[in-house]
């Protein structure tokens, strides 16, 4: 089993900048595709990003790609999102989730972490 625990959420006006953090542990996860997701009130979960296992391909959502950045430190059994830019519409909560599978921007993940808010003020 995975445990995925998200850390550095919180609140910051339109135009700023957050770094996310999820940290693995019960195993490492070196071999894994790790992935941000995020869900708004009343709407569906959706993808924000992805990191192949060994960092070398990364994907994003179009509504982020150039504002956020995804990355990993296997050493350290954690994974990051740099949010800049930040929006209102980017007011979520966001879920970091693993799987052993490639890529993918369907909520097909293994594990999932609880989920950090980020509200984005006007």
């Known amino acids: 089993q995975v445990q995925l625990v998200e850390s550095g959420g919180g609140l910051v006006q339109a135009g700023g900048s957050l770094r996310l953090s999820c940290t693995a542990s019960?195993?490492?996860?070196?071999?894994?595709?790790m992935a941000w997701f995020r869900q708004a009130p009343g709407e569906e979960r959706e993808f924000v990003a992805a990191i192949s296992w060994n960092g070398g391909s990364t994907y994003y959502a179009d509504s982020v790609k150039g504002r956020f950045t995804i990355s990993r430190d296997n050493a350290k059994n954690t994974v990051y999102l740099q949010m800049n830019s930040l929006k209102p519409e980017d007011t979520a909560v966001y879920y970091c989730?693993?799987?052993?599978?490639?890529?993918?921007?369907?909520?097909?993940?293994?594990?999932w972490g609880q989920g950090t808010q980020v509200t984005v003020s006007s």
């Open positions: 989730a693993a799987t052993t599978r490639y890529i993918s921007t369907a909520t097909t993940y293994n594990y």
């Open positions: 019960g195993r490492p996860v070196s071999r894994y595709t």
